[in-house]
């Protein structure tokens, strides 16, 4: 058992009160990043995060061309960006 997960509550919850699927395997990191946290800036965070994600597939997702990134902690978005980036890159906005 790995414990217990509120951010995954959370968007267990949100999907539960919009109606809208939910999928946490939709993107995975492919590549190895340096913490955001000893980053000093945003043009380095977004450096470190530049193509460490990927889309995969989702059963969950079919047909649905759009979907909401929900990050526990922001500070510049970079990771958000980066998501972002790499959603558009396989057609999802």
Do not use: W
Not at 23 to 48: F, G
Not at 55 to 62: E, F, H, M, P
């Amino acid at each position: 058992m790995l414990g217990f997960n509120q951010f995954e509550e959370l968007v267990r919850g949100l999907s539960s009160l919009y109606g809208i699927p939910s999928c946490r395997r939709l993107v995975r990191r492919v590549r190895h990043t340096r913490l955001q946290t000893e980053m000093t800036d945003a043009a380095t965070r977004r450096r470190n995060l530049r193509s460490a994600f990927t889309v995969q597939a989702c059963a969950k997702l079919g047909t649905i061309k759009r979907v909401a990134i929900v990050d526990d902690f922001m500070t510049t978005g970079a990771t958000v960006d980066a998501l972002a980036q790499s959603l558009e890159e396989h057609s999802v906005a």
